[in-house]
Each structure stands twice: as C-alpha cells, then as structure tokens.
C-alpha cells in the first residue's frame, strides 16, 4: 500500500487484501475498509465533481451524512447509483465509478455532432415586448392590441345557448 495509510491500529485486517476498481483503475485495500477510506489509502482524493460547475469533489465526513462521495455501485444490470462511498463496506471485485465525471465524460464526436446539428431555439429568445417600442412609447393602442390577440381563434368554436334572449353565445 502507499504511504497514504496508517502502519497499524483502525478496525481493518491487513491480512486479508481486497481488490477493488474505481473509474476503471485497479485498486487495493483491506476487509473492513469502507470505499471512502480504501480510496484515500490509494491517494484518490477526487471522488467526484459538482453537478453545475464540474468543480471538484473529495471525501469530506466519515459518516452518513457525506455531501460529495456519491457513487455508482456495480456494472451492467447490477447498478446501484447515488450510494455514499463512506457506507459501502469493501469486498472483493467490487466496481465503482464517480457519479458526476464532468466535462471529461463528454466525447469530442458527440460534442461535434450535437454543435453541427441546426438549432432548435425559438426565433426569438428576448422577453416579449407587450406592445411597447424599445424607446417606451406603445406601438399600438390596448384595445388594438386586445382585438390582435382575439382574432387568433381555433378553428371549431363551441356555441352555448345562454338564457339572455334566446342569444347563443360564442366561445372560441
């Protein structure tokens, strides 16, 4: 093992060795360890990375209440995602991956290929002026603009007779 683990004392037996990956590297620690601990006896201290930013993440308590060591459990069919690296106790062949891998994760082919595609953004992206010209002064009048907003209707209005009169009533 490294330097980065205590010679003796803890509740781990260094007579029985575990092999275990993490993001796809080999690694070794002791039964009893958990993953968080077995991580940072191999020098690992980027555990992970923040969900909006891609900042960098480490261990940061021993117990159940840890923020950043969220990882992903098994491979394949057998995964378990968002478990604390500080709850998992180590066993032999188990595999773990960081959940939040940043911007590392993205592949040049599929970053080329989502920035050729045409964009699917509306054509206008500001907020909606509501009559008003960019000097302040209204372009139109409120009942104007009242009567441009009505005369988009769908096309099947529903008439409901109404008691005023015999009137029918038109709701678009």
């Excluded at 968080?36 to 159940?64: D, M």
């Excluded at 690296?85 to 940043?102: D, H, I, M, N, P």
């Excluded at 209707?153 to 009533?169: E, F, H, L, Q």
Aim: net charge positive.
């Amino acid at each position: 093992m490294t330097s980065y683990r205590l010679s003796k004392g803890g509740r781990i037996d260094r007579a029985k060795p575990l092999d275990f990956t993490f993001d796809g590297k080999p690694m070794q620690g002791f039964a009893g360890d958990t993953l968080a601990s077995a991580l940072l006896a191999n020098g690992r201290q980027l555990v992970g990375r923040s969900f909006k930013y891609h900042r960098p993440r480490g261990i940061l308590t021993a117990g159940a209440a840890e923020p950043n060591a969220l990882v992903t459990i098994g491979e394949g069919g057998r995964t378990e995602a968002n478990t604390r690296a500080t709850l998992v106790e180590l066993y032999s062949s188990l595999t773990a991956k960081a959940r939040t891998a940043g911007p590392r994760s993205i592949s040049t082919s599929a970053l080329s290929t989502a920035c050729s595609r045409p964009s699917l953004a509306p054509a206008s992206t500001t907020r909606p002026s509501c009559g008003r010209r960019p000097s302040g002064k209204r372009s139109m009048s409120r009942s104007s603009a009242r009567r441009q907003a009505l005369a988009v209707r769908p096309m099947n209005p529903i008439r409901i007779p109404t008691k005023n009169a015999g009137r029918i009533a038109t709701c678009w």
